[in-house]
C-alpha cells in the first residue's frame, strides 16, 4: 500500500470516528431532552406587566409552595427552568403594585402573562394593599388545596370549561367516565353511574347538602375536580356525611 492510500485509509477512519462521536453526543443530549420530558419538567416562560402593557422589572414569579422562582428582567420577562407541569398556582407581585396569583394547567407550550395593577398615591392604598394582600392570601388556600385535592381526580379547569361552551353545568357530565345526566336543562341531574345515586359536593372546599350543580353557572367555575368511587378520593374530601360510592365533586369558584 503506497502512502497515498494509507493517509486516506487514516483519514476515513478518523472521519468515522468523529461521526460517530458526534452521532453519539445528539443522541446523548436527545435522551436527556427526552428524559426531561418524561419527568414532567419545562422551563417556563412570560411576561409581567403593568395595566398600561409597559414592562415590570424585578417582580417575583411565585409557583406552588409560594417559594420565589424567579425575578423579571428589564423586560418584564421571566425564564424558570425544571418547572413541573400540570396542575399548579403561579403568582406574580412586585412593590408597588397589587399583587395576583392564578390556578393555571401548565404545559411546554404556555407563555403566562400578568397584568398588575399599579397602587395609586391616595390615602387609601395602605387599605388597597391589605386587601389585595389579604385576597391573595386567600387564593394561595384555596389553590393549594384544591391542587393537592386534585391530584388523583379529573380535572376541568375553567379554560376546559369555556372550551366546551356548556350552556349548563350538567353538560360537562355528559359522557363522563363514572356519571349519568338525567334529564335535560336547568333541572337535569347528575348521578353516579355505579350506585345511581346523587354524589357528594364539595364547593370552595365545603361539604353542601342537597346542591344541584346546576345550581352554579359554568362560567363562575374555576375548577372542577371530579372522583367517581372511593379509590381515588383524598382525604380531606371523605365527608361522613354522603356516601363515596355515589361518586364526589369538588368545585371551586372564582
Known sequence: MDTTTR???HFSRVTRWWMLLIITFVLLLTSTAGAARAQGSWTLIGFVRDELGQPI????ILIGGMETRGITDVDGRFRIPRVSLGLSYVGARRLGYLPVVDLVRLSPTDTLEFILDRLGQRMDTVKVRARAEAAWERDVRRFAWVTDAARSGTVLTDRDISSRSPIYTSDLFRAKAGFNVLGDG???RVIGSRSRCSPNVFLDGQPVVGFNVNDIIPSSIKLMVTYP?????PIELQSLRGNPNCGTIAILTR
Not at 229 to 233: I, M, R
Open 7 to 9: 493517509d486516506r485509509s
Open 229 to 233: 368511587g372511593l379509590s381515588a378520593l
Open 57 to 60: 422589572e424585578g417582580a417575583e
Open 186 to 188: 336547568a333541572t337535569a
